[in-house]
């Protein structure tokens, strides 16, 4: 029995639901996903087991903390821990029972609402920053060609920054969106 580690999952699964359905389809093929913990957001670690009937909620509540674990763990729900502000659980269940998904809409809402944004404002820093090294470089071009290792740290710190307005633009687009359908 070993354990897999899956790196950047809860950044590539940002959206509740998603990644809700990653970590059932992790499950059917037999890894069982290991209590978060603090470097949960870059890395989730899954042990190799049988595959169970498990159910998994990511939620976000509006309810107090205490009177929130309370009520999930006396209705059987385990807590594997936090992520991006939203709490994860799981439960076993038969093929006929499968549980109601309880997570709370209105905190989803407002959890999707504030990332999207949150992300959104990063995409837009990191473009500005994409932008203004461009025309930097095309300024610097038209006044004197610059030299071929000055060019290439130029061109190396545009590749660096790409991926992010990518990936933070992408992750503003999907939580914006699932903001909308709930």
């Not at 070993?2 to 037999?30: T, W």
């Not at 269940?93 to 504030?114: I, Q, T, W």
Request: aromatic residues 12%.
């Amino acid at each position: 029995m070993g354990v897999q580690r899956s790196l950047f999952a809860a950044l590539k699964h940002v959206v509740p639901s998603d990644l809700e359905y990653y970590l059932e389809e992790k499950n059917s093929e037999g890894l069982k996903l290991l209590p978060l913990g603090q470097g949960s957001l870059f890395s989730l670690l899954f042990s190799e087991e049988k595959p169970e009937k498990l159910m998994y909620v990511v939620d976000c509540p509006t309810l107090p903390k205490a009177l929130y674990m309370q009520k999930l763990t006396d209705e059987g729900w385990e807590y594997m821990g936090q992520s991006l502000n939203s709490y994860v659980w799981r439960k076993k269940y038969e093929e006929s029972n499968r549980p109601r998904n309880f997570a709370d809409k209105v905190g989803m809402k407002v959890h999707c609402l504030k990332l999207g944004l949150l992300t959104l404002l990063l995409a837009l820093i990191f473009a500005g920053l994409f932008g203004a090294l461009c025309y930097s470089l095309y300024r610097e071009y038209q006044i004197q060609p610059p030299e071929a290792a000055r060019l290439v740290k130029y061109i190396l710190v545009l590749v660096v920054q790409l991926p992010f307005v990518l990936c933070f633009g992408s992750m503003s687009v999907k939580l914006l969106k699932e903001n909308r359908r709930l």
